[in-house]
């Protein structure tokens, strides 16, 4: 299932409408952690997110896969790669088993027999709470059911690498729970997560935290380091204290920081 490389932004920035919208961020992703992307909204998250699927290619600096471009290798990683976009890409006249059931047989192995896709298929749904839902029109779901679908046609495949923008929107705190319990056993079973949240209640289920603020990576470490770094006791009061300077600040105190050689 993984092959245990890292995957790592090297110097990678983004711009785009004359606008940088990543500065040269330096970050690695390894296997066995679920690495949380925190930030304002438009701080880059989902950009970032963008260059570590290949779905935009960085304007400079690279991304890669162990020590592989992944602009060159861009069809191999994208089997091993599950992508959960923030805006869903479903087709809505599907019912939801239709839409996994087509999603595994184009992604699985094709010698998966119908039984073992079905068991599959009902082990998702029940885990991420659709199991009621199996047979209706992907269109009469609400936005968090419809998020879930997104997730699970993603997981059927069993990717080594997942990527998810905004995986607990819309979501109810107590299916937010259960969904990151579940990443986290994804994760310790060796696959690589990578996810972008505004939700703060369960970050401490991540590895790590990545803070973005106007395409700078102002923060990169755990949850304690994070605290400690900005002087807050709760997460909730991350976002307040980062207004008190500007992005580059922020930038500047982080890269001269002793974690910042952790990346
Ligand atoms: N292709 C593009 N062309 C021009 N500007 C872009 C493009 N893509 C993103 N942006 C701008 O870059 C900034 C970062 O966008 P991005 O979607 O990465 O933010 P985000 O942190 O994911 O925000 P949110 O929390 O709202 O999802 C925004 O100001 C956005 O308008
Ligand atoms: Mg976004």
């Known amino acids: 299932m993984t092959d245990g490389e890292s995957l790592s932004l090297k110097s990678v920035s983004f711009r785009a409408g004359g606008n940088e919208i990543l500065k040269k961020i330096s970050l690695s992703f390894h296997p066995g952690q679920i690495t949380a992307i925190i930030g304002p909204s438009g701080s880059g998250k989902s950009t970032l997110l963008k260059c570590l699927t290949t779905t ?5 600096g690279k991304a890669f896969l162990g020590a592989q471009d992944l602009a060159e290798i861009k069809e191999d990683y994208r089997q091993k790669l599950g992508y959960v976009p923030q805006d869903d890409v479903l087709h809505r ?3 939801v088993e239709s839409a996994f059931y ?6 699985l192995d094709p010698d998966l027999t119908e039984v073992d896709i079905q068991i599959r298929i009902g082990v998702l749904a029940a885990l ?3 199991a009621e839902r199996q047979s209706h ?11 879930r679908v997104n997730i699970g046609i993603e997981l059927l495949a069993d990717p080594a690498i997942l990527i998810l923008d905004e995986p607990a929107s819309g979501l109810d705190p107590g299916t937010e729970e259960d969904l990151l319990k579940f990443l986290q056993i994804l994760a310790e079973q060796g696959r690589t997560i990578v996810l972008t949240t505004h939700s703060m209640e369960f970050l401490d289920v991540a590895d790590r935290i990545v803070l973005l603020m106007e395409g700078h990576m102002i923060f990169a470490g755990d949850l304690k380091n994070l605290l400690q770094h900005f002087g807050i006791v709760h997460i909730a009061d991350v976002f307040k204290a980062i207004r008190e300077n500007d992005a580059k600040h922020w930038a500047r105190t982080f890269s001269e920081s002793s974690l910042s050689a952790c990346n």
């Open 128 to 130: 991420l709470g659709l």
């Open 93 to 95: 006249e599907l019912s």
């Open 102 to 107: 087509y999603s595994a047989r184009l992604r």
């Open 56 to 60: 935009v290619e960085p304007s400079d």
């Open 137 to 147: 029109k992907i269109s009469k779901l609400s936005g968090g059911q419809r998020k």
